[in-house]
């Protein structure tokens, strides 16, 4: 019996009609389907967004695998992971494991495959890309998120200022991910520049409780919850992408 396939499925960042098809058509075919786990316990936000394509005979595998920095609490959970999934993928069964937003984005997806590969060399791995938070939130906001020649940084919010202030140097549109364990900074950061009308907040894009932000006016008290991102543009968009954008009005 061969070895079975650790697929890496993404699930969209929020809306479930933003899987791809051919990660709801891998999905309806495997028996096993791994996802993060919440605080609670229980199967975490990217189960929420794949509900609806799953059936009640598959076998749903929390794993625990925390939100934190230490790098040995890590480790051992991907190890642990690992551990829980490898008799199955060593006995032939196709493993799918689910996240939110792209697997490739800032995604504990890779790190248990590579807990996964260090037990078994030959295992098949293959990811099935998908909706990412950042063009999840440009949609939400009705604007593209970079247009012509305008250069993107991401930043995954494990930044200092200075690297925003080199971002903002570099790139037309800077993302902040995980915006909000450091967003007084940033709030006051962009208040000093005169750049609170250049950001926006997206809160929670393609869930029924999206909220948007198109600009930061008068929100420095406001606390956003873990899934938000901003969107910043560090200079004006060209006329050409200005009248492209204005006739648009994407909705
Ligand atoms: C660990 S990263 C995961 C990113 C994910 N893999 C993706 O492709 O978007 C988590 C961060 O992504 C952003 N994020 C993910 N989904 C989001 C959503 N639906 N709305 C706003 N931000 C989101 C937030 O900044 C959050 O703190």
Known sequence: MGLGTFWGISAGAGDPDWITVKAARILSTVNWVACPQNAAGQPGLAYQIVRPWLRPEQTLLPLHLPFVTQPEVLQAAWRVAAQQLAPLLERGEDVAFICEGDVGLYSTFAYVAQALRQRIPALPIQAIPGVCSPLAAAAALGSPLVLG?????????????????QACAWAEVVVLMKVASVYPQVWQWLAERGWLQQASLVVWAGWPQQTLFPTLEGLADYQPPYFSLLILRSRPRNQDSLNLENELQLE
């Open 149 to 165: 020649s305008e250069k993107l940084a991401i930043l995954p919010a494990l930044f200092a200022l200075s690297e925003l202030e």
